[in-house]
């Protein structure tokens, strides 16, 4: 069974910085790219970044781009995502998502995600 | 960026009954939608993709078409479980944007 488990949410000040984790099990986890998705309270998804399987192919949305680094330790089933100078609008539930075909960029779906970390950005 | 305009917002129905879901991408984007079932409190869920491939695991009351702009998720005989949030999302292009989400509520 496919398992994602986020982890390191909290409350944080802004201006900050917080790495968050998702620990992945049943699957191969190095031979599939992998997604950072968040939600803010109430409010729908959002997609901000996405992982190569071997961690060389990075993207963000512009929203995050040179503020978060998404990352992969494929020997600890991981992905980790480095989140600096974190604002109030950076609150949210932060999903980790994997992709449906494989290890690289693809148009194509997320087919399983975690149940989330929340993220508090206090101003 | 391409935008994704779910409609309704919000559909009340009943179990039993039929509900479409409408999705509409700002630009051609062939096949390339996928739709997510989120009920509160948990992560999302893969129901359809490419328009329409169910994902494995999936009822077949679930059921999704279109192509170009404008996508439907069909569901049929609708369950308790399927009280939720759907949402589309376009997998034409980065980012990969959501719509803003139909609620299906009693």
């Known amino acids: 069974e496919v398992q994602l488990l986020e982890s390191g949410g909290g409350l944080i000040q802004a201006g900050e910085s917080l790495r968050i984790s998702c620990a992945a099990s049943?699957?191969?986890?190095?031979?599939?790219?992998m997604n950072w998705v968040r939600q803010a309270p109430g409010k729908g998804l959002e997609w901000i970044s996405f992982?190569?399987?071997?961690?060389?192919?990075?993207y963000y949305a512009d929203s995050v781009k040179d503020r978060f680094t998404i990352s992969r330790d494929n020997s600890k089933n991981t992905v980790y995502l480095q989140m600096d100078r974190l604002r109030a609008e950076d609150t949210a539930i932060y999903y980790c998502?994997?992709?449906?075909?494989?290890?690289?960029?693809?148009?194509?779906?997320?087919?399983?995600w975690g149940q989330g970390t929340l993220v508090t950005v206090s101003s | 960026d391409i935008q994704m305009t779910q409609s309704p917002s919000s559909v009340s129905a009943s179990v039993g009954d039929r509900v479409t879901l409408t999705c509409r991408a700002s630009?051609?984007?062939?096949?390339?939608v996928t739709w997510y079932q989120q009920r509160p409190g948990e992560g999302p869920k893969l129901l359809i993709y490419?328009?329409?491939v169910l994902h494995s695991g999936v009822p077949a009351r679930f059921s999704g078409s279109g192509s170009g702009t404008d996508f439907t998720l069909t569901i049929t005989n609708l369950q308790p479980d399927d009280f939720a949030t759907y949402y589309c999302?376009?997998?034409?292009?980065?980012?990969?944007?959501f719509g803003q989400g139909t609620k299906v509520e009693i």
């Open positions: 998502a994997k992709d449906r075909l494989g290890p690289t960029f693809s148009y194509d779906a997320f087919d399983y």
């Open positions: 049943g699957f191969t986890f190095s031979d599939y790219a």
């Open positions: 992982v190569s399987s071997g961690g060389v192919r990075t």
């Open positions: 630009q051609d984007i062939a096949i390339w």
């Open positions: 490419r328009a329409s």
């Open positions: 999302q376009q997998a034409n292009s980065l980012p990969r944007t």
